[in-house]
T-cell receptor, first 117, second 113 residues
């Protein structure tokens, strides 16, 4: 079945450590996104990528980094520079990443809940 | 600035009808999405509106008025499993004309027997 996978579901890290969250999709989608969700706030865009080897900062990119070496994969690294890394992280993908018409809804992975102590 | 407003919480009774409103002010508009999100899970797509009017999909309908910057999600014949957060998201204009979605904070709906 096609879909998006994120692993692990729960992740615990000590402050000062970098951690990488994985996101894989087999939907053959061009565009991929990383969001962060905190209680009482909407999903906030961290980074997005329209095509392989290209990505752009979202609204809250500071303290995060990404890569897009393969169409299927868009890993997110939470660095020690991120001041409040504890959150629920959601990866998404959509068929169309370059504007145009059509719904092109984003499909979400199951999420990774990161806790940093 | 960009802003999407929706009520924080709503309650309703099983079998009833509930309307969740969403108002938006965004830079550009390329459609409005509604997602359902159960606690601790990923959002799942419910509906998409890009033209004014009502889109019906089974028990769920979504309405859009672009001139008013307003949408609503209508849920009929409520079931207990409809207890979830409902996210309104507007597809605006990001860099390079991408499908950038701007999300509201979500409306938490509780359905009681």
């Amino acid at each position: 079945d096609g879909g998006i996978t994120q692993s692990p579901k729960y992740l615990f890290r000590k402050e000062g450590q970098n951690v990488t969250l994985s996101c894989e999709q087999n939907l053959n989608h061009d565009a991929m996104y990383w969001y962060r969700q905190d209680p009482g706030q909407g999903l906030r865009l961290i980074y997005y990528s329209q095509i392989v080897n290209d990505f752009q900062k979202g609204d809250i990119a500071e303290g995060y980094s990404v890569s897009r070496e393969k169409k299927e994969s868009f890993p997110l690294t939470v660095t020690s520079a991120q001041k409040n890394p504890t959150a629920f992280y959601l990866c998404a993908s959509s068929a169309h990443g370059l504007g145009g018409q059509g719904g092109h809804e984003q499909y979400f992975g199951p999420g990774t809940r990161l806790t940093v102590t | 600035g960009q802003n999407i407003d929706q009520p924080t919480e709503m309650t309703a009774t099983e079998g009833a009808i509930v309307q969740i409103n969403c108002t938006y002010q965004t830079s550009g508009f390329n459609g409005l999405f509604w997602y359902q999100q159960h606690a601790g899970e990923a959002p799942t797509f419910l509906s998409y509106n890009v033209l004014d009017g009502l889109e019906e999909k089974g028990r769920f309908s979504s309405f859009l008025s672009r001139s008013k910057g307003y949408s609503y999600l209508l849920l009929k014949e409520l079931q207990m499993k409809d207890s979830a957060s409902y996210l309104c998201a507007v597809r605006g204009m990001g860099h390079y004309n991408t499908d950038k979605l701007i999300f509201g904070t979500g409306t938490r709906l509780q359905v009681f027997p």
